[in-house]
């Protein structure tokens, strides 16, 4: 074990397998969330019927980067994963830095499935006929379950993120086998969608709308149906055997729901056909929405589409879950490693369930009162009605999306620099995991966050004229330059305590 063993609360150890990691990690991606509410964006304003192709992008990026990040996990076992990991390959100050990033990331994700979620569940009961709410009382009953289900054990969040998963897995799988053995819409299956090249490829103008489709949007919301998947690593100290459960459950989440992604993706246009699939995307028929709706109900049912409502709704809670699990251990990470009273506090872990009681009670009131904040302070507008959706979800997905595309750029770097500066094991004879993959993972991730950022605005849709738009580019520098300036304190007035900095790691990781 590591030095600091005996000074710090331990999560339960042995509470988690092979597949409760898978689940939750999988879970985090939310493919009927991803699917339902990203491709309409990538149909209709980004590859147009080449989306599939983006996603086949995304996949071989996403894999490259996940061999070098996999490698690290082989050998660190860190509840803060990239806290740990970009601390031990590239020190205690971009340690602290990228940790307080991730950490924030994490925390505004929750608020942000806590507004999707909120949406589809006030549509879907007003749908079966129930009363008209307002989105806030299912915010917050959604957050108060998840606090009950995150101060319990991991192993309980677990078993009721499989059964969310394997069902909204299930609907969307049943939707494509009936796409491919019907031949698909009124264009047949359309392999021409299926051209890589398609992929970089904008939608052709709508000049009577004033609508322009950007190929790096189809590419940008592709990568962000992934974010989550690297929380498999944050679960290791609680798994069974992490050096060979996180890189196993990493690449088949990888891999897995690249595989997904792309075929039921193409699949979703060709039923719905090339100009048909443009045109709904856009809005110009109804509910952008539709793209799947429509299909799930002509291709399979009416019974099949009020499912596809209800599993939207439990599919959105249970990454809304998923991220609080992953927001509560970065807390409890990095409080643990932090003064006394930080440790006895968010470093803390429950007498009988082994978990990080204290930080997420702590994630669960800073999601309480960003979802309170936007319900009271963010006026719906013409173009943005839903604040919940628009706002809520839409503005801090963007907020997330780009500190964690920022952190795992990082984090490639660091993969090198643990291997071939700082020589720490053998293992740099692998040159393809642990120097070749990271340096494309780290120019993968590198372009998306340009992606992001040129083309943020046309990103966040009618949720740019929200001051919270505005004020995303100085929260993360701002967010950055907390964490420098917390590592240089500590460097000067703690010495001992900065060189704690993301090295409270599970070193007999292996022997479990």
Aim: aromatic share 12%.
């Amino acid at each position: 074990m590591s030095t600091t063993e005996e000074k710090v609360h331990r999560l339960k150890p042995g509470a988690v397998g092979l597949f409760a990691v898978l689940f939750m990690a999988v879970a985090n991606a939310a493919p009927i969330t991803a699917m339902t509410g990203n491709v309409p964006i990538a149909v209709g304003y980004g590859d147009g019927i080449g989306v599939a192709m983006a996603f086949g992008f995304a996949t071989v990026v996403l894999s490259i980067f996940a061999v070098g990040y996999t490698a690290m996990a082989r050998h660190i076992t860190a509840t803060g994963t990239f806290y740990g990991f970009i601390s031990h390959g590239l020190g205690q100050l971009w340690g602290m830095i990228s940790g307080l990033m991730a950490t924030v990331a994490y925390i505004v994700f929750e608020a942000s499935l806590i507004g999707i979620f909120a949406s589809f569940a006030k549509n879907a009961v007003e749908g079966f006929g129930g009363p008209a709410l307002s989105w806030i009382w299912y915010a917050v009953a959604a957050i108060v379950i998840i606090s009950v289900l995150g101060y319990r054990n991991i192993a309980l969040s677990g078993k009721l993120l499989g059964v969310f998963l394997i069902s909204e897995i299930t609907i969307l799988t049943l939707l494509g086998l009936s796409i491919l053995l019907q031949g698909g819409g009124p264009d047949g299956l359309l392999p021409e969608a299926l051209n890589p090249a398609t992929a970089f490829q904008s939608v052709a103008d709508d000049a009577a709308a004033g609508i322009a489709g950007s190929a790096a949007i189809g590419l940008f919301f592709a990568f962000w149906s992934w974010v989550g998947f690297e929380t498999t690593a944050v679960y290791g100290e609680e798994s069974r055997n992490p050096r060979k459960i996180v890189p196993k459950a990493t690449m088949i989440a990888v891999i897995g729901l690249g595989v997904f992604y792309t075929i039921i993706s193409w699949l979703c246009v060709a039923a719905n056909g090339k100009a048909q699939a443009i045109a709904v995307a856009r809005g110009s028929t109804g509910n952008a929405f539709d793209l799947w709706y429509g299909i799930t109900e002509s291709f399979l049912g009416g019974w099949a589409k009020s499912l596809y409502l209800i599993l939207a709704v439990a599919g959105s809670f249970a990454c809304a879950l998923a991220f609080h699990n992953a927001a509560s251990r970065y807390i409890y990470a990095m409080g643990r490693e932090g003064s006394a009273g930080l440790k006895r506090s968010f470093g803390a872990t429950h007498a009988s369930h082994g978990s990080p009681h204290v930080a997420s009670i702590v994630q669960s009131v800073i999601t309480l009162l960003i979802t309170v904040g936007f319900f009271a302070l963010q006026q719906p507008t013409k173009l943005a009605p839903d604040v919940a959706y628009f706002f809520l979800y839409g503005l801090m997905a963007l907020l997330g999306t780009a500190m964690l595309l920022i952190v795992q750029t990082i984090c490639s770097i660091a993969v090198i620099f643990y291997f071939h500066v700082r020589g720490h094991h053998p293992e740099t004879k692998h040159w393809w995991r642990t120097l070749v993959s990271p340096i494309i993972g780290a120019l993968g991730m590198g372009y998306v966050v340009f992606l992001l950022f040129s083309n943020i605005e046309f990103a966040a849709g009618a949720a740019a004229s929200s001051p919270v738009f505005t004020a995303i580019p100085y929260l993360i520098v701002g967010i950055f330059l907390i964490g420098l300036v917390i590592g240089l304190v500590l460097r000067w007035r703690s010495p001992e305590r900065y060189a704690l900095i993301g090295r409270t790691i599970l070193e007999e990781a292996h022997e479990r």
